[in-house]
């Protein structure tokens, strides 16, 4: 199983700056199969970023995904009052199971 | 646009079996793609369930395949989810996705509370 590892747990930032938010993995991961997903309270994840680094249809280009191997990266240029939530990083692999999440980031204001 | 839509009884006692469906909408789920089930405890992260294709092929999380059954009825446009033997530990939020590598988009996901 590959394990995603996301860092750190809480990260606190006022609106306009700018968040960096990492994943990493337990083992090399396809940057083809690396997602980004955000999650307000009471809500359903929505993908942000497929293919490590490729936005899904209708999301910002504050947000951008990046990274190779074991190290991926989702930023954030700069923080709107919306963007506060937990971000998840998901696998798609051959190891069983073929797809795992990291533990979540929580994106608080500062 | 696609959207999709889980249903079930959101009360379980233990050892019972949850039964959950998720109609589709926009999109024919005969035309391709897998369809997958996550669930997310109250409070914590995400765990991927199992998919299914179209055609009724299958794939599990290891850790749930000996109690998961995943089924798809092309005719209703929908698919389910059956969790045989289910404990305290089965309490989640349970989401149904469009599974392409990656899931987009997701139901709003129904709260199974397992409790006698």
């Known amino acids: 199983e590959i394990v995603l590892t996301q860092s750190p747990g809480t990260l606190s930032l006022s609106p306009g700056e700018r968040a960096t938010l990492s994943c990493r993995a337990s083992q090399s991961v396809s940057s083809s199969y690396l997602a980004w997903y955000q999650q307000k309270p009471g809500q359903a994840p929505r993908l942000l970023i497929y293919?490590?680094?490729s936005r899904a249809t209708g999301i910002p280009d504050r947000f951008s995904g990046s990274g190779s191997g074991t190290d991926f990266t989702l930023t954030i240029s700069r923080l709107e009052p919306e963007d506060f939530a937990v971000y998840y990083c998901q696998q798609y692999g051959s190891s069983p199971p073929p797809y795992t999440f990291g533990q979540g980031t929580k994106l608080e204001i500062k | 646009q696609v959207q999709l839509q889980e249903s079930g009884p959101g009360l379980v006692k233990p050892s019972e079996t949850l039964s959950l469906t998720c109609a589709v909408s926009?999109?024919?789920?005969?035309?391709?793609?897998?369809w997958g089930w996550i669930r997310q405890p109250p409070g914590k992260g995400l765990e991927w369930i199992g998919s299914i294709y179209h055609s009724g092929s299958t794939y599990y999380n290891p850790s749930l395949k000996s109690r998961v059954t995943i089924s798809v009825d092309t005719s209703k446009n929908q698919f389910s989810l059956k969790l045989s033997s289910v404990t305290a530990a089965d309490t989640a939020v349970y989401y149904c996705?469009?599974?392409?590598?990656?899931?987009?988009?997701w139901g709003q996901g129904t709260l199974v509370t397992v409790s006698s």
């Open positions: 926009g999109y024919s789920i005969s035309s391709g793609y897998y």
């Open positions: 293919g490590a680094s």
């Open positions: 996705a469009r599974d392409e590598y990656w899931f987009d988009p």
